[in-house]
């Protein structure tokens, strides 16, 4: 159950059925995940919908490389709602199954492309150091150029937000669906997942 209530369209505000009608209208198709939250401030959910709208359907990145970041970023923060959706999308993104089950279990995955496997430790390191190594952004630019990495940098950002909105609030999972992942971590302490690191290119 959520810690917070969520507007409805029978108790909406003008302003928030306004910013309703925009999201259920738009690719999303309907309400879900952090909006439900975002909406109780609706200049907020505008901005924010508009924002997560472009960095998942308006970058130069392709699906597939968007969609790996974006459950890595999931398991990190054990986002259930987040990996729900995003694995389907990730695997209709191509994707293999193999490789989600290793991230869902927190394994080295088997990646089929170096595409991939960039995506995949970008999005590692970058959660859990708080950085890039060097080596590593620069083979992001050679495949994406500087603005491919810019985006990739901010879906990884903006996921986190949305990750952090759904864990704090308890927003529950759409559709009454189970919750896909374990969470990790005693009562007061950290439940962040560690994601496998890749061995290093050089030892490949």
Known sequence: MSR????????????????????VSGPRGRLVGPLRAALHNPELAERWQAFGA?????????PRVSELAIVVTARRWNSQIEWHIHAQAAADAGIAPAVLEAILARRVPAFETDADEIVYEYARQLQETGQVAPTLYARAVEHWGVAGVVELTAVIGYYTMVSMTLNAHEIPMPDDAPAPLDIPGEPGQPAL????????????
């Open 54 to 62: 472009l960095l998942r359907y308006g970058t130069s990145l392709p």
């Open 4 to 23: 917070i209530p969520f507007p409805t369209p029978e108790t909406m505000s003008d302003a928030q059925r306004q910013v309703y009608e925009r999201i």
């Open 193 to 204: 997942s560690h994601l496998a690191p890749l061995p290093r290119k050089e030892d490949r």
